[in-house]
């Protein structure tokens, strides 16, 4: 079965730190961008970063930029997204979610696949 | 930041019958548009993209159209598992948004 599989989830305190990985089961996507976007009953589906085929291009969303680092391991088959200084405002569900852009400097920016998501929630 | 808006927030619809939803931008998306269903407790699910291009693997009763600005998904004839929340999507511009969403349910 083709499917992401997000993993690393779990309350943490406000300033705290979260690792989150996507895993490719039955899905290649060493050749893709890769997405994180997150979902919360209040300000809905929200985009949050991005990282091209080989690593070399990352970009994020306002409200996370400076904080989240998206990374990749291809022979892992693997995305990351480190999360620092955590807030309340952070908590969601993050999915990720493939590109189906091959190229290394032009996403589509539409998503196909998702993972299944997981909660990220932070508070005291 | 481009705004999505989508109308109605609910739709109440018989099996069978046709859908049509609808989702504004507030900015010119040159058919860079993406629609999603989404089930609870489950991830989105790409069904349009492209404005009016089907995603592999769904079915033809499924369609989009639309202007540069006004968008709509049209289901031909419901069934029961199309009942969840659709979601518009613009990657015309950076930041990509989505809207709110419409949640269609059984009448």
């Known amino acids: 079965e083709v499917q992401l599989v997000e993993s690393g989830g779990g309350l943490v305190q406000p300033g705290g730190s979260l690792r989150l990985s996507c895993v490719g089961s039955?899905?290649?996507?060493?050749?893709?961008?890769m997405h994180w976007v997150r979902q919360d009953p209040a300000k809905g589906l929200v985009w949050v970063a991005r990282?091209?085929?080989?690593?070399?291009?990352?970009d994020y969303g306002d409200t996370v930029k400076g904080r989240f680092t998206i990374s990749r391991d291809n022979a892992k088959n693997t995305v990351f997204l480190q999360m620092n200084s955590l807030t309340t405002e952070d908590t969601a569900v993050y999915y990720c979610?493939?590109?189906?852009?091959?190229?290394?400097?032009?996403?589509?920016?539409?998503?196909?696949?998702w993972g299944q998501g997981t909660l990220v929630t932070v508070s005291s | 930041e481009i705004v999505m808006t989508h109308s109605p927030a609910t739709l109440s619809v018989s099996p069978g019958e046709r859908a049509t939803l609808s989702c504004r931008a507030s900015?010119?998306?040159?058919?860079?548009l993406a629609w999603y269903q989404q089930k609870p407790g489950l991830a989105p699910r790409l069904l349009i993209y492209?404005?009016?291009t089907r995603a592999t693997g769904v079915p033809a009763r499924f369609s989009g159209s639309g202007t540069e600005t006004e968008f709509t998904l049209t289901i031909s004839s419901l069934q029961p598992e199309d009942f969840a929340m659709y979601f518009c999507?613009?990657?015309?511009?950076?930041?990509?948004?989505f809207g709110q969403g419409t949640k269609l349910e059984i009448k």
């Open positions: 492209a404005k009016s």
């Open positions: 039955g899905i290649g996507l060493s050749s893709y961008w």
């Open positions: 990282i091209n085929r080989d690593g070399s291009i990352m």
């Open positions: 999507q613009q990657y015309n511009s950076w930041p990509y948004t």
């Open positions: 979610a493939r590109d189906h852009s091959t190229s290394t400097f032009v996403p589509f920016n539409w998503f196909a696949p």
């Open positions: 900015e010119s998306l040159d058919n860079k």
